[in-house]
């Protein structure tokens, strides 16, 4: 079975503070995605990486940095949380050599920022 | 860019009614298709998927799905809801090919009474 798994299910931050969430798939795949998801707006993508070092801006980049050293993680970062920034985030993984590429989630980080 | 429309915001039905969920697409291109849904307190996780061939696809725990290129459309279809189908639907598109970036619908909340 492939694993996503995400260093915290909660997490309560200041605002201003600098936070790091991150992401480890145990598949070996190449393509990472970080979303948040909040109530009316479905799942929104942050930023997506399709190999190590490699990012790309999904659609609301604004406020969030992206770091993968290692193919296994994937690591979002809030330079300096905002309350608007509350939310649960969620990450997920697939292969580049399928022809589905369905992605596979883990079980997300809700953060909230005072 | 690919788009995605969920009609539906929320759904009550009864058990053993019957449930179809609205999906629509926006692209010029060949997509793969998914429909994910999210239990109460539980991963994001695919109930099914069209990437190819037959356009009636079926998932886990009974529900089907069928794809209208013509109508740009993948309508989530289960003849007798349970209970347990209590939960939250994502439909999500993706270009076939590329780097796979998947676009999300807002989400369909159904609930079911028993």
């Known amino acids: 079975d492939v694993k996503v798994t995400q260093s915290s299910r909660y997490l309560v931050k200041r605002t201003g503070e600098k936070v790091f969430l991150e992401c480890v798939q145990d598949?070996?795949?190449?393509?990472m995605f970080w979303y948040r998801q909040d109530p009316g707006l479905g799942l929104r993508l942050i930023y997506f990486s399709y190999d190590v070092k490699m990012k790309e801006k999904g659609d609301i980049p604004e406020g969030y940095s992206v770091s993968r050293e290692k193919k296994e993680r994937f690591s979002l970062i809030l330079e300096s949380a905002s309350t608007n920034q509350t939310s649960m985030y969620l990450c997920?993984?697939?292969?580049?050599?399928?022809?589905?590429?369905?992605?596979?989630f883990g079980p997300g980080t809700r953060l909230t920022v005072l | 860019a690919q788009s995605v429309s969920q009609h539906n915001h929320h759904v009550i039905l009864s058990e053993a009614a019957s449930l179809e969920l609205g999906c629509n697409y926006s692209y010029g291109g060949t997509v793969n298709l998914f429909w994910y849904v999210q239990y109460p307190g539980q991963h994001l996780q695919l109930l099914l998927k069209y990437f190819s061939g037959d356009p009636l696809v079926k998932g886990i725990k009974g529900f089907e799905a069928e794809f209208i290129k013509s109508k740009f459309s993948f309508n989530l279809r289960k003849p007798s809801v349970q209970w347990s189908d209590t939960a939250e639907y994502f439909c999500?598109?993706?270009?076939?090919?590329?780097?796979?970036?998947?676009?999300f619908g807002t989400g369909t909340k159904l609930q079911v009474i028993p």
């Open positions: 999500a598109v993706t270009p076939r090919g590329g780097y796979q970036k998947v676009t």
């Open positions: 598949m070996d795949h190449e393509n």
């Open positions: 997920a993984s697939s292969s580049r050599w399928t022809e589905n590429n369905e992605q596979f």
